[in-house]
């Protein structure tokens, strides 16, 4: 090496020595210490960076679209406690269209003269009416083709007194259903099977499960339909659990045999018959169980009796016993409302609501036709009326809240029932009693554990009174479905139904059928007026506008009547079926443990956009009429045909600019004409959105040759005029299509108020317009039963018990400590979502990307000098990529699917499949940190490589698929070296050498996308560290290409140390290498210990000396193979051979010319041999001189050995003087003084050296440190 370079080597060691103090030299462990720590990882390409920015607005803008809406639905946040309302809207037309979908009763269902004993009901889960005469069942099938489906069935002997349904326990199988039976005698079980080729219904069988009843009657039935469990309900006033087992022997060797256990009982039943009947003689029957009905989300029984009395029970999850079943714990009483209780409270509520209009005492204990009530300005009743509730009507968790049930008296007043609940274990911060805690049963901690709700009590939330001129004087029935409540009863007179327009316009051009007699039965419908829903969850973004308070409902009277005859009415209930049964599965789940609600927990006003229309059916003499609901898309669709831009306008204004355009999205998603091909779906060629005319769009299906198939003129028109809605600037400012909002920043606090004390929402810089918002809209309810779930459900492995533990004596503290990690092997994996909900929500992301890519151009017009529409193109483009992404995550799945069952004993790291258990869709589609995770399960074996590059091409790049390319070379080469170690000869291993620069080129084209650990083991484990070496300083240049370590502008900067520490990551793989290689030398001559530190003192270090014959010892022995160091290093490597390729190694990191230029890679190599004592001077690495006059001052011998190495002679006799003038510091381990130099070759410099090594008198000492030594002046000459 020439002078000037080995200058310019050491004026460039400022840089490392303004910061050698982060490095203490302390020792190899101490220097791998501090370069492990604290750092940030290795920087990913601009690509991948750009497109996870991309997401970040977008994914924002989809999280608040599915709070919009959730917000605003639940009754107790809409309804004032402790008050009532009477108000309802009953302009607008109709809400329900009303179609006869059947004649009326087959013959099988007429009356019987022969018979004595006559039941009917409705079986709504599969869609059957049933009707007994005696023990005779019929069964007849109301949705069914125009041929009827009459089945009649006799499996009992006695008279039949209940019927109903039930979904067959886990542990059955080749059963649909359960039909219940319950006779005087006895209650028993009939299986039900459903062709799944015509989907009729064949015989039912007997089962052996039956269990007496000890002469009670049955008189309600009800089932849950998560579980199995049936309960029953008797005229004694008590209820039981019928309970069923499977086949398999107990301890006894008998299996277990059906029976039922209490749940419910009294003092009366407990008594011998004689004595019950006496009883009921002096002090009356029991109050009989007429209704029985649970609400499977909340696992909560509710029974109403005859008394009009409300009980509430806890069904307790089904838990795994210690036989490996499950156990089905009996369900809990909570609490009781008194009839009593209820009059009062709705008394108290009426008296408020109306001052002047003393109480009815019900109208069912009226004569027919009677007035209603008394006038206003009566006075008001001291006593509280007794009121009869017909029907109780449980509320899920997405409407009700905290009202878990729905009461309808006789006379159509509705009781809202809220539950109180209380924490069984109490938590820090909380009050044991809150009426606002979630009413689910389960409570989230603040340790993360799960707290169980326990009801205390039912009290009256809130009362909704029908209208005072309301001409009902008696309910029937009623149900209740997604907002909806419809009520069978009767009417007063004819006159009185002018009160309502709606029922109005039934009887005049909307009739159905004659308006018939008053004494027919007649359906009120009372729904959710959807107007106001909108316009509340608008609000946030107009605080100066307020919205409608309390609960907003539309009335209408629908009557059916048929010639002159009078309807008489047999059952109602809800209409269903029309959706798939997993995609109805997946709708009704909640996703991510409640933190949103499922799609069937919504809105109508979101509902309509993924569910059909409800509907309802009303079984009469007259038929089977189906009422389906007037959706708000329905009328937004009758306008579009109008072509009336007022109506329109007026539309919009209703419902807000953002819900219109989202449903002309959805116009344009559902509606588009596809491709004739039975994968119509998942066809991601639909035909998009154009501005050009249908003309034109059909030339160019024609060119490409797929057919245009629209089914009518009116459907391609709604399109069309969907279409020009939507893009049409004109009409588009017309409706507020292009007014913009600022979006929530959910950086900014939850309120702030203003310098009046009003509280407004935070706004952010973004403003987005309605169009855009609607688009969100539509896609996040797309999104939402995948968006927060977790995408795999796993069983983990039980871990083994702690009970032999010594506890604490005080007890556990709080909080406890952490869970231990999830044992991996051996644990069960399955997707979160079927291969049908996966095919569903793909075909509808495909469509809507479609449409989007076609008219993403049209939504905003590009124009730098206006912010908003920058903002909002960034947004339509982020939204694209969004779907993009998704449509790709859910390709992923449809691959991990299949080998779901291979996750648990993979060869993927533990902790990459936890952390995989974690992910949520939302995780894999949005976060960077999911994409090292799929790259993992990649590398690990479970998918294929290349099909996760073809498929999801943005969660898998060409340079993943090239990186796990090249590792699957490097492992077919690790095998075949294991396979051949005895027997590899010259020829193979050159061999493996040309086939590893493959993958190691590769690698080195691909470093700042590596990870490194993972790149080094595989490398180490064929050998391949001569190119390991080189992968490790082009990782080291990617992360500082500027060499901003070296020359800060401050040293002391986060960025300069930083850029440090990760260059010395890269540089600690080659120095495990080469401390590998020192410990397997060491062994063969003997050593045990490892080198003490330099000047850490002991006889463990080998010393310079020692050190120095290490390495020639084995270097002579190889001759000119120490110098060349092979691309594949034998493994394993035998110990007589380290020393020989340390030498190799250590002269390619520090002699080569491809590591020249890197300064900081020679200093740390030169540091480690500093520590282990290796003769560094031997090798000529153009920064030497520098490190050893700036690192090596306490060793100034070092130097000196340096020059003398490279017989620089003259400078290496001024070393040796500086070395004496400092006192004589080190000359101990100098060569013999009396010697001659050695390697000198002239007598020149043999005599200087010997004039220089004069006997060490007084005299001449201080005549070498005065300098006046005659030959050492002739040699400076």
């Known amino acids: 090496r020439s002078q000037p370079m080995a200058q310019e080597a050491a004026s460039c060691s400022s840089g490392w020595a303004a910061r050698s103090h982060l490095e203490p030299s302390a020792g190899y462990a101490t220097m791998m210490m501090n370069m492990r720590m604290p750092m940030q990882p290795s920087p990913r390409a601009p690509q991948e960076v750009e497109a996870e920015a991309q997401l970040v607005l977008p994914a924002r803008l989809v999280e608040e679209a599915l709070t919009q809406d959730d917000q605003h639905l639940r009754l107790d946040e809409v309804c004032a406690p402790g008050t009532g309302s009477a108000d309802y809207a009953a302009e607008g037309g109709s809400n329900f269209n009303v179609e006869c979908k059947g004649p009326c009763l087959p013959p099988l269902l007429h009356d019987r003269p022969e018979c004595t004993f006559m039941q009917q009901g409705i079986l709504p889960e599969i869609q059957h009416m049933w009707r007994s005469f005696d023990s005779t069942l019929v069964l007849w099938r109301y949705s069914g083709t125009a041929q009827p489906e009459v089945m009649e069935y006799q499996g009992v002997t006695q008279q039949l007194v209940g019927v109903a349904i039930a979904r067959p326990k886990a542990f059955v199988s080749g059963v649909d259903w359960f039909l219940v039976l319950a006779t005087p005698v006895e209650v028993s079980l009939h299986a039900l099977c459903i062709d799944p080729a015509t989907g009729r219904l064949l015989p039912p069988v007997r089962t052996q499960h039956i269990v007496a009843t000890d002469d009670v009657v049955v008189s309600a039935i009800a089932a849950d339909s998560a579980t199995g469990r049936i309960f029953l309900g008797c005229n004694d006033g008590c209820i039981h659990e019928l309970q069923y087992f499977d086949d398999e022997p107990t301890w006894s060797g008998r299996p277990k045999r059906c029976r039922t256990i209490s749940v419910q009982t009294n003092v009366m039943a407990s008594l011998p018959m004689f004595l019950r009947k006496v009883s009921e003689k002096i002090f009356g029957p029991a109050d009989c169980v007429v209704q029985l009905v649970v609400d499977s989300v909340r696992d909560l029984l509710l029974s109403l009796s005859c008394a009009s009395t409300v009980t509430v029970f806890r069904l307790p999850r089904p838990k795994l016993g210690a036989d490996g079943r499950f156990e089905e714990p009996a369900p809990v009483q909570l609490c009781t409302i008194e009839q009593t209780k209820l009059s009062h409270e709705v008394s108290k509520v009426r008296a408020m609501l109306f001052p002047g209009l003393a109480p009815s005492m019900g109208r069912a204990s009226q004569a027919y036709g009677s007035p209603y009530g008394q006038p206003y300005g009566a006075s008001v009743a001291t006593v509280p009326s007794k009121l009869k509730i017909v ?78 001129n309301s001409p009902i004087v008696c309910v029937k029935d009623a149900v209740h479905s997604s907002g909806s409540t419809l009520m069978l009863c009767k009417v007063v007179s004819d006159s009185a139904t002018s009160l309502f327009p709606s029922a109005r316009a039934y009887g005049g051009e909307r009739q159905y059928g004659t308006s018939g007699s008053s004494d027919s039965d007649v359906l009120v419908a009372i729904s959710t007026d959807l107007r106001a829903v909108a316009q509340r969850q608008s609000r946030g973004r107009s605080p100066w506008l307020s919205s409608t308070a309390g609960i907003a409902e539309h009335i209408e009277i629908v009557r059916l009547a048929g010639g002159s005859d009078i309807c008489r009415a047999v059952a109602l209930a809800t209409f269903d079926g029309e959706l798939a049964e997993p995609v109805e599965r997946m709708y009704g789940s909640s996703s991510a443990g409640g933190m949103v609600l499922p799609v069937l927990g919504l809105s109508e006003l979101a509902q309509q956009q993924l569910l059909p229309a409800q509907r309802f059916v009303l079984i009469s003499n007259l038929g089977v009429h189906a009422l389906t609901k007037v959706r708000p898309i329905d009328t937004f669709c009758q306008d579009l045909l109008k072509g009336d831009v007022g109506l329109l306008r007026d539309f919009s204004l209703q419902y807000t600019a953002e819900q219109t355009c989202a449903l002309c999205f959805q116009l344009l998603t559902c509606m588009v004409p596809k491709p004739g091909d039975a994968a119509g779906m998942l066809n991601s060629d639909v035909v998009g959105l154009s501005a050009v005319a249908a003309s034109e769009r059909r030339q160019q299906q024609q060119q490409r040759g797929q057919t245009f198939r629209v089914q009518n003129s009116n459907e391609e028109m709604m399109l069309l005029r969907a279409e020009h809605l939507l893009l049409s600037p004109q009409l588009a400012a017309q409706l507020g299509f292009v007014q913009t909002w600022p979006s929530m920043d959910s950086a900014m606090p939850q309120s702030l108020s203003t310098s009046l004390g009003y509280s407004v929402h935070p706004r952010g810089t973004n403003q987005i317009s309605a169009r855009i918002r609607g688009l969100c809209l539509y896609m996040s309810r797309i999104l939402r039963p995948l968006w927060l779930a977790p995408v795999m459900h796993v069983c983990w492995p039980t871990r083994p018990s702690d009970s032999g533990r010594k506890r604490p004596r005080g007890g556990d503290w709080w909080p406890p400590p952490p869970e231990p990690a999830p044992v991996v092997h051996g644990s069960r994996w399955q997707c979160a979502w079927s291969k049908q909900q996966r095919t569903f929500v793909h075909g509808q992301l495909v469509k809507l990307g479609a449409i989007l890519e076609r008219c993403k151009d049209y939504l905003v017009q590009e124009d730098s000098r206006v912010p908003e529409q920058r903002t909002g193109a960034a947004v339509v483009a982020g939204l694209a990529a969004l779907i993009g992404t998704a449509v790709e995550a859910l390709a992923f799945l449809e691959l991990i699917a299949p080998r779901a069952e291979y996750l648990g004993t993979s060869a993927c790291p533990p902790d990459a499949l936890v952390r995989f258990s974690e992910l949520t869709f939302r995780d894999l589609v949005c976060q960077s940190e999911a994409r090292g995770v799929l790259q993992q399960l990649m590398r690990g074996g479970v998918v294929a490589c290349r099909q996760l590059h073809a498929r999801c091409p943005r969660l898998f790049s060409a340079v993943d698929l090239e990186v796990q390319e090249a590792y699957e070379l490097l492992e077919v080469v690790r095998t075949n070296l294991l396979e051949a170690r005895s027997s590899i000869g010259t020829t193979d291993m050159a061999r493996w050498s040309h086939l590893v620069q493959r993958p190691l080129r590769t690698l080195e084209r691909h470093a700042a996308r590596l990870d490194l650990s993972e790149a080094a083991g595989r490398l180490r484990a064929v050998g391949a560290c001569k190119g390991l070496v080189a992968l490790c300083a082009r990782i080291a240049r990617a992360r500082d290409p500027h060499d901003e370590s070296l020359r800060p502008q401050d040293p002391s900067s986060a960025r300069a140390q930083q850029l440090h520490y990760a260059r010395l990551e890269c540089y600690q793989v080659v120095l495990e290498v080469l401390e590998d290689l020192f410990v397997l030398a060491r062994q063969c001559r003997g050593d045990t210990g490892l080198a003490s530190p330099a000047g850490g003192g002991g006889g463990a270090g080998l010393g310079f000396a020692a050190g120095g014959a290490l390495l020639a010892q084995d270097a002579a022995a190889g001759g000119a193979r120490s110098t060349v160091l092979p691309e594949l290093l034998p493994t394993p490597m035998r110990a007589t051979e380290a020393a020989t390729f340390l030498d190799a190694m250590l002269r390619h990191c520090l002699e080569d010319h491809a590591h020249g230029a890197d300064e900081l890679f020679h200093f740390c190599v030169l540091k480690w041999m500093m520590q282990r004592e290796l003769p560094a001077y031997r090798y000529d690495s153009p920064y030497l001189r520098g490190f050893l006059e700036t690192h090596a001052r306490d060793q100034p011998e070092l130097l000196c050995r340096y020059f003398q190495h490279r017989e620089r002679w003259t400078e290496a006799c001024d070393a040796y003087m500086a070395l004496v003038r400092r006192g004589g510091a080190g000359l101990a381990s100098c060569p013999c003084p009396y010697a001659p130099l050695p390697g000198a070759r002239s007598s020149r410099a043999r005599r200087s050296w010997c004039s220089c090594s004069a006997p060490r008198s007084a005299r001449g000492c201080r005549v070498l440190a005065a300098g006046r030594s005659p030959s050492c002046r002739r040699s400076r000459s």
Request: aromatic share 6%; charged share 20%; hydrophobic share 40%.
């Open 391 to 468: 029907r109780l009507l449980p509320l899920g968790w997405a409407q009700g809240g905290n009202i878990v049930a729905c009461a309808v008296t006789d006379d159509g007043t509705r009781i809202f029932l809220r539950g109180v609940f209380r924490a069984e274990r109490p938590l820090l911060g909380f009050s044991q009693e809150s009426s606002m805690q979630p009413a689910r049963g389960l409570h989230t901690g603040m340790d993360g554990s799960r707290v169980t709700q326990t009801m205390t009590q039912v009290v009256v939330h809130h009362v909704r009174f029908l209208d005072i």
